[in-house]
């Protein structure tokens, strides 16, 4: 059973011409291992022209771009708000839904993520759905609780099968731009709960589903976190805004 590996950078609200740039000259010749794909989400006025440039450099088909978020809505009065078929309309393949940035900014809840998902999928973007607990539900042990609480809304709105689409990234809140990475061990516990919860749905999804880490994710902890059974790639904030540490990140990653 194949199952691919992602590296996907969240430039956040960073970024600017000269990373986008700098980053599609760094890809010209990042080695990747067998099935790989590289995702990069810039903020969204950049995707047009990282479109375009991934585009004039011929980069290999591996190398995808992605949105940060996308409305739930077709179209309509949503003022600020890009549907799903602009995103499709640039070549977009993939979409960060439900990031806790935006749920704790932003007050996204669980039924609006799996509204987004729901959108995601049926225009045919590849959504990376987001989840993870805070600091203080790990110390008192409900992770797996809240973990539970932001799938099931998606699983009960798009279906099990759908989620053979989706990619899904564990991100502990406490270990985001915090420098505090979770244990691999860790990781892989909480790696092997979420695909254990998607197989009591549908076992064989669950064996394909990627499930990426992300939380201070570098060139130097990467390795260790991808060698893990359930860990299928990261999701990088901060070391995906420097080309060569990103690159160390995409090479370390490997399909399972
Ligand atoms: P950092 O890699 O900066 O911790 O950010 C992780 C993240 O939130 C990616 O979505």
Redesign the pocket.
Known sequence: MARRAIVAA?W?MNGDLTLVNTMVTGLTNVELQDNVSVVICPSTPYLSSLVTKVKAEQLNTAICIGAQNVSEHESGAYTGEISTKMLRDLSVEFA?IG???RRSYYKETSTQVAHKVNAALNAGLTPIL?IGESEAERATEQTETVLASQLQPVIDEVGIEKFIDVVI?Y?PVW????GKTASSEMAQETHQFIRQFLAQANENVAAKVPLLY????NASNCEELFAQADIDGG??????LQVEQFKIICSAAKGK
Not at 175 to 178: C, E, K, N, V
Not at 235 to 240: D, E, P, Y
């Open positions: 969240n956040k960060i990031h806790s940035e987001c990234a991100e270990a985001i731009g915090t992300g939380g201070s994710v999701l990088i904030g901060g070391a995906s």
